[in-house]
Protein backbone atom coordinates (compact mmCIF):
# COMPACT_ATOMS: atom_id res chain seq x y z
CA UNK A 1 0.00 0.00 0.00
CA UNK A 2 1.32 3.41 -0.86
CA UNK A 3 2.07 5.87 1.85
CA UNK A 4 -0.70 9.18 1.85
CA UNK A 5 1.32 12.33 0.97
CA UNK A 6 -0.04 15.78 -0.38
CA UNK A 7 0.78 15.16 -3.88
CA UNK A 8 -0.76 11.60 -4.04
CA UNK A 9 -3.94 12.84 -2.45
CA UNK A 10 -4.10 16.17 -4.54
CA UNK A 11 -3.49 14.50 -7.37
CA UNK A 12 -6.81 14.96 -10.19
CA UNK A 13 -9.04 11.77 -10.48
CA UNK A 14 -9.56 11.70 -14.54
CA UNK A 15 -13.85 10.85 -15.61
CA UNK A 16 -14.57 10.09 -19.03
CA UNK A 17 -17.38 9.17 -21.47
CA UNK A 18 -18.44 9.19 -25.27
CA UNK A 19 -19.61 12.42 -24.36
CA UNK A 20 -21.67 14.63 -21.82
CA UNK A 21 -23.65 11.63 -19.80
CA UNK A 22 -20.79 10.59 -17.63
CA UNK A 23 -21.86 14.53 -15.90
CA UNK A 24 -23.88 12.67 -14.08
CA UNK A 25 -21.36 10.35 -12.85
CA UNK A 26 -18.88 13.02 -11.87
CA UNK A 27 -21.87 14.89 -10.08
CA UNK A 28 -22.17 11.87 -7.71
CA UNK A 29 -17.86 11.59 -7.03
CA UNK A 30 -18.32 15.09 -6.57
CA UNK A 31 -21.09 15.38 -3.80
CA UNK A 32 -19.74 12.35 -2.09
CA UNK A 33 -15.77 13.55 -2.49
CA UNK A 34 -16.19 17.48 -2.54
CA UNK A 35 -12.04 18.23 -1.79
CA UNK A 36 -11.04 16.07 -5.04
CA UNK A 37 -9.87 17.72 -8.02
CA UNK A 38 -11.55 16.06 -10.87
CA UNK A 39 -10.33 16.40 -14.65
CA UNK A 40 -13.48 15.14 -16.97
CA UNK A 41 -13.00 14.50 -20.46
CA UNK A 42 -16.06 14.35 -22.93
CA UNK A 43 -15.38 12.64 -26.33
CA UNK A 44 -18.29 14.68 -27.65
CA UNK A 45 -16.93 14.79 -31.39
CA UNK A 46 -16.66 11.18 -31.49
CA UNK A 47 -19.90 10.00 -29.97
CA UNK A 48 -22.23 8.31 -30.19
CA UNK A 49 -20.06 4.79 -28.86
CA UNK A 50 -23.05 3.17 -28.71
CA UNK A 51 -23.15 2.31 -32.41
CA UNK A 52 -19.26 2.08 -32.78
CA UNK A 53 -17.33 -0.94 -33.29
CA UNK A 54 -15.55 -1.71 -30.02
CA UNK A 55 -11.65 -1.64 -31.83
CA UNK A 56 -12.71 2.32 -32.45
CA UNK A 57 -14.20 2.88 -28.54
CA UNK A 58 -10.83 0.69 -27.61
CA UNK A 59 -8.64 3.22 -29.61
CA UNK A 60 -10.45 6.28 -28.34
CA UNK A 61 -10.29 5.01 -24.43
CA UNK A 62 -6.54 4.62 -24.85
CA UNK A 63 -6.06 7.81 -26.20
CA UNK A 64 -8.40 9.55 -23.38
CA UNK A 65 -6.32 7.67 -20.56
CA UNK A 66 -3.20 8.43 -22.48
CA UNK A 67 -3.92 12.02 -21.62
CA UNK A 68 -4.82 11.23 -18.18
CA UNK A 69 -1.73 9.12 -17.67
CA UNK A 70 0.47 12.28 -18.46
CA UNK A 71 -1.82 14.47 -16.03
CA UNK A 72 -0.94 12.24 -13.49
CA UNK A 73 -4.14 11.19 -12.47
CA UNK A 74 -4.59 8.77 -9.47
CA UNK A 75 -7.72 7.26 -10.92
CA UNK A 76 -9.63 6.53 -13.65
CA UNK A 77 -13.35 6.86 -14.11
CA UNK A 78 -14.81 5.38 -17.18
CA UNK A 79 -18.23 6.76 -16.82
CA UNK A 80 -19.74 4.85 -19.69
CA UNK A 81 -21.45 1.20 -18.92
CA UNK A 82 -20.18 1.23 -23.54
CA UNK A 83 -16.56 2.18 -23.01
CA UNK A 84 -16.55 -0.21 -19.74
CA UNK A 85 -17.80 -3.32 -21.88
CA UNK A 86 -15.66 -2.46 -24.75
CA UNK A 87 -12.08 -1.55 -22.51
CA UNK A 88 -12.42 -1.91 -19.21
CA UNK A 89 -10.08 -5.10 -19.09
CA UNK A 90 -7.51 -3.62 -21.82
CA UNK A 91 -6.98 -0.33 -19.96
CA UNK A 92 -6.94 -2.49 -16.47
CA UNK A 93 -4.05 -4.15 -18.11
CA UNK A 94 -2.25 -1.29 -19.93
CA UNK A 95 -2.38 1.33 -17.13
CA UNK A 96 -1.98 -1.38 -14.21
CA UNK A 97 -1.47 -0.75 -11.24
CA UNK A 98 -4.21 2.58 -11.74
CA UNK A 99 -7.34 1.22 -10.28
CA UNK A 100 -9.73 2.02 -13.06
CA UNK A 101 -13.35 2.36 -11.81
CA UNK A 102 -15.58 0.74 -14.49
CA UNK A 103 -19.61 0.79 -14.76
CA UNK A 104 -21.93 -2.04 -15.75
CA UNK A 105 -25.71 -2.16 -15.80
CA UNK A 106 -27.35 -2.14 -11.78
CA UNK A 107 -29.13 -5.32 -12.78
CA UNK A 108 -28.32 -6.94 -9.34
CA UNK A 109 -30.44 -4.96 -7.09
CA UNK A 110 -33.15 -4.53 -9.33
CA UNK A 111 -33.19 -8.60 -9.96
CA UNK A 112 -32.75 -9.03 -6.39
CA UNK A 113 -35.50 -7.14 -5.02
CA UNK A 114 -38.46 -10.11 -4.87
CA UNK A 115 -41.56 -7.69 -6.17
CA UNK A 116 -39.22 -7.56 -9.48
CA UNK A 117 -40.34 -9.85 -12.33
CA UNK A 118 -40.38 -7.26 -15.44
CA UNK A 119 -37.09 -5.13 -15.60
CA UNK A 120 -36.63 -2.99 -18.58
CA UNK A 121 -32.45 -2.54 -18.82
CA UNK A 122 -32.25 0.62 -21.25
CA UNK A 123 -28.26 1.05 -22.35
CA UNK A 124 -26.64 1.47 -25.56
CA UNK A 125 -27.23 -1.49 -28.39
CA UNK A 126 -23.21 -1.82 -27.59
CA UNK A 127 -23.69 -2.54 -23.94
CA UNK A 128 -26.68 -4.84 -24.41
CA UNK A 129 -25.64 -7.18 -27.41
CA UNK A 130 -21.80 -7.48 -25.32
CA UNK A 131 -21.08 -10.84 -23.84
CA UNK A 132 -20.83 -9.22 -20.37
CA UNK A 133 -24.01 -7.71 -20.16
CA UNK A 134 -25.50 -11.20 -21.55
CA UNK A 135 -24.05 -13.10 -19.17
CA UNK A 136 -24.74 -10.80 -15.83
CA UNK A 137 -28.64 -11.35 -17.72
CA UNK A 138 -28.33 -14.95 -17.51
CA UNK A 139 -27.71 -15.17 -14.01
CA UNK A 140 -31.18 -13.72 -13.51
CA UNK A 141 -33.37 -14.26 -16.38
CA UNK A 142 -34.98 -17.13 -14.86
CA UNK A 143 -36.82 -15.31 -12.18
CA UNK A 144 -37.32 -12.24 -14.01
CA UNK A 145 -38.33 -11.17 -17.16
CA UNK A 146 -35.38 -8.94 -18.58
CA UNK A 147 -36.65 -6.95 -21.62
CA UNK A 148 -33.71 -5.08 -23.31
CA UNK A 149 -33.95 -1.34 -24.76
CA UNK A 150 -31.70 0.63 -26.62
CA UNK A 151 -32.70 4.39 -26.99
CA UNK A 152 -29.89 6.28 -29.33
CA UNK A 153 -32.16 9.39 -29.17
CA UNK A 154 -31.64 9.82 -25.77
CA UNK A 155 -27.87 10.29 -26.54
CA UNK A 156 -28.52 12.49 -28.90
CA UNK A 157 -30.83 15.05 -27.10
CA UNK A 158 -27.97 15.34 -24.61
CA UNK A 159 -25.34 15.81 -26.87
CA UNK A 160 -27.68 18.07 -29.07
CA UNK A 161 -28.34 20.20 -25.87
CA UNK A 162 -31.86 19.93 -25.93
CA UNK A 163 -32.67 18.57 -22.30
CA UNK A 164 -34.81 21.66 -22.07
CA UNK A 165 -37.43 20.21 -24.89
CA UNK A 166 -40.10 18.53 -22.84
CA UNK A 167 -42.20 17.81 -25.17
CA UNK A 168 -39.37 15.72 -27.50
CA UNK A 169 -38.42 13.94 -24.40
CA UNK A 170 -42.19 12.80 -23.65
CA UNK A 171 -42.70 12.09 -27.55
CA UNK A 172 -38.97 10.01 -27.69
CA UNK A 173 -39.75 8.35 -24.08
CA UNK A 174 -43.54 7.03 -25.09
CA UNK A 175 -41.89 5.93 -28.53
CA UNK A 176 -39.66 3.82 -26.79
CA UNK A 177 -42.49 2.38 -24.32
CA UNK A 178 -45.06 2.00 -26.85
CA UNK A 179 -44.61 -2.08 -26.87
CA UNK A 180 -44.06 -2.04 -22.74
CA UNK A 181 -47.21 -2.90 -20.19
CA UNK A 182 -45.67 -0.26 -17.67
CA UNK A 183 -48.58 -1.14 -15.23
CA UNK A 184 -46.56 -4.43 -15.16
CA UNK A 185 -43.07 -3.21 -14.71
CA UNK A 186 -41.46 -3.35 -12.23
CA UNK A 187 -38.09 -1.85 -12.23
CA UNK A 188 -36.47 0.66 -14.88
CA UNK A 189 -32.27 -0.08 -15.08
CA UNK A 190 -30.44 3.10 -16.47
CA UNK A 191 -27.47 1.30 -18.39
CA UNK A 192 -26.23 4.32 -19.94
CA UNK A 193 -25.32 7.58 -18.05
CA UNK A 194 -26.87 9.94 -20.66
CA UNK A 195 -30.16 8.11 -19.21
CA UNK A 196 -29.26 9.81 -15.51
CA UNK A 197 -30.58 13.02 -17.04
CA UNK A 198 -34.35 12.03 -17.95
CA UNK A 199 -34.60 10.46 -14.67
CA UNK A 200 -37.59 12.88 -13.84
CA UNK A 201 -39.11 12.83 -16.99
CA UNK A 202 -39.25 9.04 -16.98
CA UNK A 203 -40.97 8.71 -13.26
CA UNK A 204 -43.44 11.05 -14.68
CA UNK A 205 -44.07 8.37 -17.46
CA UNK A 206 -43.89 5.25 -15.43
CA UNK A 207 -46.06 4.14 -12.84
CA UNK A 208 -45.13 5.40 -9.51
CA UNK A 209 -44.01 1.61 -7.74
CA UNK A 210 -41.57 1.34 -10.92
CA UNK A 211 -38.01 1.42 -9.56
CA UNK A 212 -35.72 3.43 -11.45
CA UNK A 213 -31.93 2.67 -10.67
CA UNK A 214 -28.79 3.66 -11.88
CA UNK A 215 -25.49 2.95 -10.72
CA UNK A 216 -23.87 6.52 -10.49
CA UNK A 217 -23.86 6.55 -6.40
CA UNK A 218 -22.45 2.96 -6.44
CA UNK A 219 -19.75 3.81 -8.85
CA UNK A 220 -18.88 6.62 -6.62
CA UNK A 221 -18.83 5.10 -3.37
CA UNK A 222 -16.40 2.21 -5.50
CA UNK A 223 -13.80 4.69 -5.89
CA UNK A 224 -13.85 6.39 -2.54
CA UNK A 225 -13.78 2.90 -0.78
CA UNK A 226 -10.29 2.16 -3.26
CA UNK A 227 -8.59 5.69 -2.72
CA UNK A 228 -9.48 5.36 1.16
CA UNK A 229 -7.64 1.89 1.51
CA UNK A 230 -4.67 2.71 -0.90
CA UNK A 231 -4.30 5.95 2.09
CA UNK A 232 -4.83 8.32 -1.50
CA UNK A 233 -8.28 9.98 -0.74
CA UNK A 234 -8.44 13.59 -0.04
CA UNK A 235 -10.08 14.07 3.36
CA UNK A 236 -11.60 17.80 3.82
CA UNK A 237 -9.44 17.47 7.94
CA UNK A 238 -6.39 16.78 6.17
CA UNK A 239 -6.19 19.95 4.92
CA UNK A 240 -4.57 18.59 1.36
CA UNK A 241 -6.26 21.57 -1.18
CA UNK A 242 -8.54 20.00 -3.75
CA UNK A 243 -11.92 20.85 -5.27
CA UNK A 244 -11.00 21.85 -8.61
CA UNK A 245 -13.45 20.73 -11.63
CA UNK A 246 -11.79 21.09 -14.98
CA UNK A 247 -14.05 20.02 -18.30
CA UNK A 248 -12.42 19.50 -21.58
CA UNK A 249 -14.27 17.99 -25.17
CA UNK A 250 -12.79 16.42 -27.70
CA UNK A 251 -14.64 19.10 -30.06
CA UNK A 252 -12.29 21.74 -28.19
CA UNK A 253 -14.99 24.87 -28.30
CA UNK A 254 -16.44 26.67 -25.72
CA UNK A 255 -20.24 26.07 -26.10
CA UNK A 256 -19.16 22.21 -25.23
CA UNK A 257 -17.61 23.33 -22.00
CA UNK A 258 -20.74 25.56 -21.20
CA UNK A 259 -22.72 22.52 -21.46
CA UNK A 260 -21.05 20.39 -19.72
CA UNK A 261 -21.05 22.86 -16.67
CA UNK A 262 -24.99 23.16 -17.51
CA UNK A 263 -25.20 19.65 -17.35
CA UNK A 264 -23.08 19.72 -13.85
CA UNK A 265 -25.77 21.72 -12.67
CA UNK A 266 -28.33 20.29 -13.79
CA UNK A 267 -31.57 19.43 -11.35
N1 LIG B 1 -22.92 7.26 -21.93
C1 LIG B 1 -22.66 6.04 -22.59
C2 LIG B 1 -22.98 4.82 -21.69
O1 LIG B 1 -23.05 4.93 -20.48
C3 LIG B 1 -23.13 5.77 -23.99
C4 LIG B 1 -23.62 6.80 -24.93
C5 LIG B 1 -23.14 6.60 -26.36
O2 LIG B 1 -23.73 5.85 -27.14
O3 LIG B 1 -22.13 7.22 -26.66
O4 LIG B 1 -23.13 3.73 -22.19
Known amino acids: MEKTNENTVTQAIGVFDSGLGGISVLKELAELMPNENYIYYGDSYYAPYGTKSKEEIIDRCIQICDYFINKKVKAIVIACNTATSAAVSILRDKYKPLPIIGMEPALKPAAHDKKNNNIVVMATSL ?141
Open 127 to 267: TLNEEKFNDLMKKYSDINNIIKMPCPDLVSIVENDMLQDTALIERTLLKYYSEIDINKLDSVVLGCTHFVFFKEHLQKMLDKKTRIIDGNKGTARHLKDILDNDGKLNKVNEGAKGGEITFLNSYKDERHIELSKILFNFQ
